[in-house]
């Protein structure tokens, strides 16, 4: 073999590795290409369930401040309807205590200022 039979066989054998790196980057072209498409419609997947949970998570703090809304209506109409009344009742009873008491004398007063003349 000759110097120049083994430069050609040298050419030959690194043209056929260009070729058969060239066959193999083209399938990693493609390949790669498939992934970003399955990568995309999964992400499309998923922001739309993602999309799907916010708009659930919104209904359900709309729902949750409508029924603090009502709560708050609901303490309002109870405090209306029960306590004030009956903090006014215990107000007029206590008025009418302390009326009495007045006008007539206090029992306990009587009491303590017996003990004092003593």
Known sequence: MTLETVRDLAIVFMALVMIVVGIGV????????????????????????????LGSVK???????K???????TAEFV???TAVPVIEIYSAVSGAKRFAEAAFGSPRRRSNGNSADD
């Open 59 to 65: 209904d359900t703090a709309q729902t949750a401040a």
């Open 67 to 73: 029924t603090a809304k009502t709560a708050a209506g």
């Open 26 to 53: 083209t399938v990693l072209i493609v390949q790669v290409w498939k992934l970003v498409g399955i990568a995309r419609k999964k992400f499309e997947t998923l922001t739309d369930g993602a999309n799907d949970i």
């Open 79 to 81: 405090a209306d309807r």
